[in-house]
């Protein structure tokens, strides 16, 4: 059934008969025109990274950052309209803030995504206001050791804090995708925007859920998988922002940081190889079926 | 005699005549924070040629009760400033969860780049910054009669990159100089080191050695005199390197001589 | 009237997930008159046509001071801008009175991107119909950025705001490599130049249209380092750029 012409998608938080919230669906189309976003989750944190397509020649290189930090140890990439996603980011840091003051810990990236969703599903229920249109991707790493209550001073108890069970195994890297209804769900390869589907092939094939992949290499492939979803035919240039999180013991020490511009750069000159070498692979197999 | 419980406590009716309970108000206004209950005792802080040099010991007392020993009374922010409190400990906690929300303010846009190039200005909040911020929050605070009851010593640098070192209190009051110390400290560990750095430029010639072994001294002095101090200290240096923050350190080569001298009160008899 | 279902308000996707009302509100953008904006590694600077309803009215004010460190250009509704300057100045202000400090100019920026997002979601508002090119030093250097009504602001080494400025453009992105090393007044002539590209025909920049605005940062060798205050030049203080600067090249 067509939306267009039947009136039921004129207004937000309207059903049509057959149960669909058309200017939600109108939404997402906002999200599949905008650069591509993925989120890799690895055994030791998590990479975030987009492609931003330079639209003008007067762009400032290298400014214009996407990639938002929202608590120390949370990161936010999204596809879609920038400025709702400004305002997105904004909320989540309210959010963290907010976690702060209540519990006096830093605020568990699920929980976080959770309250994101809640937000975003509530600007599909008026008519008073429009869904986002934006996707995010949300990264964190919720320490695993144990850490002090906020404003802690002194060493306190010695049995741990925060509900936390002496011999099992807390916190970890995590990765949400959260959709313009509201919807979201945990993942191990998460990609929105322009170039989702090649980079959802890509992701599917590093065995994410296997838990074996480390930041450091998941760092290359963000890189190259950014690299193949870009349209070189369609896009004009455009410019790759990456961050990453790992634990306490890892690179980044627990916070969510831009990937260090020595990395980029081995990262991007990677992926420029691998795109080279698929275009000679592919020629070779055209060569092949010529000689056929 | 009445000895209902709601009498308990309470001088005889009929010795003393009825029992005046208009001070008891049920309604009138809302009694803020009139005392401190937990405290933590002096800070003291002095300049150096090329940063600063600030001390607190790890007690918090109730009254004249010793309560706790290992409360770490100096606060990194930044990676660049220190504050130093007294005063109400559950104030300096709260005040110490706003700076770090702050500390994540300013960390949103500012220092997402992993490998920071420190040749550059990052114009991140520094020393006097924070100084100029915690005085409009403690005015603010004793303007609606509610104040954080602490002084507070902020150490750190300038816009200028000079060396800075800054006390404010619960009123608001806010004022620098070359060496600073809170409580106790003002009347006992000021004028030691006044001894050494009496203007700035006195302090611009200190070395940072020379200027920690004064600081130690004065934590010496503070816990011979000062009932309510520890011989547990942390102590601070800050310079353009960052902060350098120990916790644990215990008052060395105490020398208890000149007590045998001290007479007039206490349990002494002659 | 309207030319299709879709763009009565800014609460309303169309299938093609756009939302008229805020492009629309981008076109008032273009009907204001043209300004332009260069950073270097020293300074920032706004240059600005001028336009008076009638022959013998005065001409609209088109570049503002808003704090020490940071001024604007306009280009689109003068009287959203007020709004967006009036907020503007007064975080400044509350910023410099909290924390003694000029404010970053991204996060003035910032503000007026979320504040200009808001009314592209509720109904009853309508977005900002105003551009603006905001120029300012901080403690990081000189930044120019630009703000569209949709509340998306983004950081440019030069832009062109207004009507007929696809010719500034052209003009700054032939240049765009020089600008980072020029001088102070070779910027100002470069923003000049770009700015007369943008002109109609018979049009000249006189010292009664043209606008200047400047701000910079000059740092000494041992590291101190020199405001120079934002400061708009209008009439006679316009005269000499425009005399000796517009046929010799920046």
Known sequence: MTSIGTGYDLANSIYSPDGRNFQVEYAVKAVENGGTSIGIRCKDGVVLAVEKVIASKLLKPNANKRIATVDRHLGIVYSGMIPDGRHLVDRARDEARNHRDTFKSPIPTRDLANRMGGYMQAYTLYQSVRPFGVTAILGGFDSDLEQPVDGEVGSGPSCGGGGKVEGQKHGGPWLAMIEPSGTYWGYYGAATGKGRQAAKAELEKLNLAAGEITIKEAVKEAARIIYIAHDDNKDKDFELEMSWISGSDGPTKGKHVEVPSDLLAEAEGLARKAIEKDLEGDDEEEKDKMEE | MNHLPQAWGRPRDDVYGAYDASYLQTSGPKQATQQPIVTGTSVIAMKFNEGVVIAADNLASYGALARFTDVKRLRVFLDSSVVGFSGDVSDMQYLDRHLNELAIDEAYDLETAATKDTSKPSGKLNAANLHKYLQKVLYKRRSDFDPLWNQILVAGFDAASKPFLASVDLRGTAFTSPSLATGFGAALAQPIMRNYAATEEDAARLTREEAVNVVKDCMKVLFYRDARSLDKYSIAVVTKDGVELKENEQLERQSWAFAERIKGYGTQTV | ?250
């Open chain 3, 1 to 250: 009237m309207f030319r299709n279902n879709y763009d009565n308000d800014s609460v309303t996707f169309s299938p093609q997930g756009r939302i008229f009302q805020v492009e629309y509100a981008a076109e008032a953008v273009k009907q204001g008159s043209v300004v332009v904006g260069i950073v270097s590694d020293t300074h920032a600077v706004l240059v600005g046509l001028k336009r008076n309803a009638e022959e013998l009215s005065s001409y609209q004010k088109k570049i503002f001071r808003i704090d020490e460190h940071v001024g604007i250009a306009i280009a689109g509704l003068t009287s959203d801008a007020r709004v967006l300057s009036q907020f503007m100045k007064t975080q400044c202000l509350a910023h410099r009175l909290h924390f003694g400090r000029d404010m970053a100019v991204f996060d003035i920026v910032n503000r007026i991107g979320s504040k200009a997002q808001i009314n592209t979601q509720h109904y009853g508002k309508r977005p900002y119909g105003v551009g603006l090119l905001v120029a300012g030093v901080d403690a990081t250097g000189p930044h120019l950025f630009e703000f569209q009504p949709s509340g998306m602001t983004e950081e440019m080494t030069a832009f062109s705001i207004g009507a007929r400025s696809q010719m500034a453009r052209t003009y700054l992105e032939k240049n765009v490599e020089a600008f980072a090393k020029c001088s102070r007044e070779e910027l100002i002539r470069h923003a000049l130049k770009a700015l007369k590209e943008s002109l109609v025909q018979d049009r000249e920049l006189t010292v009664e249209n043209t606008s200047v605005g400047i701000t910079g940062v000059v740092t000494a060798e041992d590291g101190t380092r020199t405001v120079e205050p934002f400061k708009v030049y209008d009439g006679q203080e316009v005269a000499a750029w425009l005399e000796d600067g517009m046929d010799v090249d920046p």
